[in-house]
């Protein structure tokens, strides 16, 4: 994915560290909220919300949806080595390209939340998840900040795309 130094959504001569900061903001709101239900949960706790929404105690070994959670404990570092190169790869492009605002913003929502589950990761060996949505008996798998950052990150990373693609026609 070829960039150029300035797009019509920054300017050149920009800063990273705005992008940086950003990312921090989510790493801290993380971090926070997993302190509170490490904190004020039980493993398997949980607190009715509405009908649709409950707050969880949930431990992840694996990746998104529990991808490899009951692969013997390798993973965690597979998983924090990921975590490690993409943190790399995302400071070199928010360098790179600090002025393209919607680049930018997506690649800082993804790295803090990288971060925010690496911690995790090296902390405890597992992921807290405690954002727990449902219907009708049928539970979208827990979550937590990081992972709404990474989400979050990875649409607005593919609408960047969509828009850059568009300009240039």
Same mark, same amino acid.
């Given at each position: 994915?070829?960039?150029?130094? /300035?797009?019509?959504?920054?300017?050149?001569?920009?800063?990273?560290?705005?992008?940086?900061?950003?990312?921090?903001?989510?790493?801290?709101? $993380?971090?926070?909220?997993?302190?509170?239900?490490?904190?004020?949960?039980?493993?398997? $706790?949980?607190?009715?919300?509405?009908? %649709?929404?409950?707050?969880?105690?949930?431990?992840?070994?694996?990746?998104?949806? /529990?991808?490899?959670? $009951?692969?013997?404990?390798?993973?965690?570092?597979? %998983?924090?080595?990921?975590?490690?190169?993409?943190?790399?790869?995302?400071?070199?492009?928010?360098?790179?390209?600090?002025?393209?605002?919607?680049?930018?913003?997506?690649?800082?929502?993804?790295?803090?939340?990288?971060?925010?589950?690496?911690?995790?990761?090296?902390?405890?060996?597992?992921?807290?998840? %405690?954002? $727990?949505?449902?219907?009708?008996?049928?539970? %979208?798998?827990?979550?937590?900040?990081?992972?709404?950052?990474?989400?979050?990150?990875?649409?607005?990373?593919?609408?960047?795309?969509?828009?850059?693609?568009?300009?240039?026609?």
């Amino acid at each position: 994915m070829a960039r150029s130094s /300035s797009s019509a959504f920054g300017r050149s001569g920009a800063s990273m560290w705005p992008w940086l900061a950003w990312a921090v903001v989510i790493l801290i709101a $993380d971090q926070v909220t997993k302190s509170l239900i490490l904190n004020h949960y039980r493993l398997g $706790d949980s607190t009715f919300i509405t009908s %649709f929404f409950n707050i969880v105690r949930a431990h992840n070994t694996g990746a998104a949806f /529990s991808f490899l959670s $009951d692969a013997g404990g390798w993973q965690r570092w597979l %998983f924090t080595g990921i975590g490690a190169v993409a943190t790399i790869f995302i400071v070199w492009q928010l360098r790179a390209h600090p002025g393209q605002k919607l680049f930018c913003f997506s690649l800082a929502s993804i790295l803090g939340g990288a971060i925010g589950n690496v911690v995790d990761r090296l902390m405890h060996g597992y992921v807290v998840d %405690f954002l $727990d949505f449902h219907v009708s008996g049928w539970h %979208f798998p827990a979550f937590n900040v990081a992972d709404s950052a990474i989400t979050l990150g990875a649409v607005c990373l593919i609408l960047d795309e969509l828009l850059r693609v568009r300009r240039e026609r």
